[in-house]
Structure formats: structure tokens, C-alpha cells
């Protein structure tokens, strides 16, 4: 799975000490995943996961009122990247994955955090060109 990385970087601290959460939760349930110590860990990497995804639409609100601070002129396009990702977090139903768990989890976990360095990468960093 990908970690965090200082090409994440902006240099506003709050939003890049934000990005290094996303990445420290997505790790926490992964490592989880990968344990068999826990007898109770699907209602546990369910926890984290439902974490993940309250804390990234804070993220994201966090940056937006960031954007407009800025007056970035992008705001708009960028906002419509964060509105159909949670979107697409909304749609995920994880009572309702009974077989494969680990296989399903894993691969959400991968898109997740794919999907933020994507974000990162080809998003963020333009918020700091400007
Ligand atoms: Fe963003």
C-alpha cells in the first residue's frame, strides 16, 4: 500500500498534518487486516474505515475554506473532485461483504488511499502553483 511521502508536501502545515493522518488511519486498518490477533478486528477495520471517511470529508471541507480563503480560482473543478469521492465512499456498504472480507477491504483500502495521492498529486500541489 502506498505511504505517506514528503512529495505530499504543500508547506501549509494544517492541511499537510491533515494528509498525514489520511494516510496513518488508511495504515492502521490495513495493519489490522493483516493481523490475526484480533478475533473482533472486521467490526474494528469497520471503525477505522468509517473513520477514514468522517475524516476526510473534514479534510476536505478544512481545504476548501482554505481555497476560498486564497481565492483560488480552481476552487470549483477541485471541489467536484472531493463532492464525487465521497460519493463514492457513501456508496460502500461494509455490513453487507460477508465473503472475501479481506480480499474486499483490501481493495478498498487500496483505492482509498490511491485515490489521495492522485488527489494529492494532481489537485492539491496546483492549490500552492498559484
Ligand atoms: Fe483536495
Known amino acids: ?7 505530499y508536501l504543500l508547506g ?4 499537510d498534518e491533515q494528509h498525514k ?4 488511519v488508511a495504515e492502521r486498518a490495513y495493519n489490522l487486516l493483516k493481523s490475526n490477533y484480533f478475533v473482533d478486528k472486521y467490526n474494528k477495520i469497520v471503525e477505522i474505515i468509517g473513520k477514514l471517511k468522517d475524516y476526510t470529508i473534514f479534510h ?10 486564497i481565492k483560488y480560482k480552481r476552487f ?5 473532485e472531493h463532492d464525487e469521492f465521497i460519493e463514492q465512499l457513501n456508496k460502500v456498504e461494509l455490513k453487507d ?14 483505492f482509498v488511499v ?3 495521492n492522485d488527489h494529492i498529486i494532481g489537485q492539491d500541489l ?3 502553483e498559484d
Open 126 to 128: 496546483k492549490i500552492i
Open 76 to 80: 470549483f473543478a477541485h471541489k467536484i
Open 97 to 110: 461483504v460477508d465473503e472475501n472480507q479481506d480480499k474486499y477491504i483490501l481493495g478498498l483500502l487500496e
Open 60 to 69: 476536505f471541507q478544512e481545504e476548501e475554506k482554505y481555497m476560498l480563503s
Open 114 to 116: 490511491k485515490w489521495i
Open 1 to 7: 500500500m502506498l505511504k505517506w511521502k514528503d512529495d
Open 12 to 15: 501549509i502545515d494544517k492541511i
Open 21 to 24: 493522518e489520511l494516510f496513518r
